[in-house]
């Protein structure tokens, strides 16, 4: 099947397509496989880009990782957190579970510091998290989104 980067340049929404429909968040972009091009209308802000290359196998495919050493979101494609709070305690705040691509972050205390400036996680909206913050030096943890929840496994 083909793919598709899908990219978005309003609101979120969903771009109907023969396949259904594909959730696109706002000023964003998502990588996709379609059994057809879809129809959509740039000036609505919709841009379809066809990729060429080969579909890597999801095994040998490397996870979306973020060096983040303050308040971050993260992202729907961030997979892996390397978290440095030894300047200060902060937040990381996640994503509606929903929308996040692969439904799974972990989080990895990569500057030590956890234990003197925690790193509270703050899940989104009405979600929940079994996880409040890293507070131990080094820990990591990883989060899976499930029934309006984030998980700890």
Not at 34 to 62: C, F, H, K, M, Y
């Amino acid at each position: 099947m083909p793919r598709f980067v899908i990219t978005n340049q309003s609101a979120e929404r969903v771009l109907s397509t023969a396949d259904g429909g594909v959730r696109v968040p706002g000023n964003a972009s998502v990588e996709v496989e379609l059994s057809a091009r879809p129809n959509a209308d740039p000036t609505l802000g919709w841009r379809i880009q066809q990729l060429t290359d080969p579909v890597e196998p999801r095994t040998t495919r490397r996870p979306m990782v973020a060096s983040v050493s303050a308040a971050y979101a993260v992202a729907i494609n961030d997979e892996v957190l390397l978290v440095d709070s030894s300047s200060a305690a902060f937040a990381i705040a996640l994503p509606p579970g929903a929308s996040h691509l692969t439904g799974r972050v972990v989080l990895k205390d990569a500057g030590g510091s956890a234990q003197s400036n925690n790193i509270t996680i703050a899940p989104d909206g009405g979600e929940t998290c079994d996880l409040a913050a890293l507070t131990n030096d080094d820990e990591s943890a990883t989060l899976v989104f499930s029934g309006g929840r984030w998980h700890q496994v």
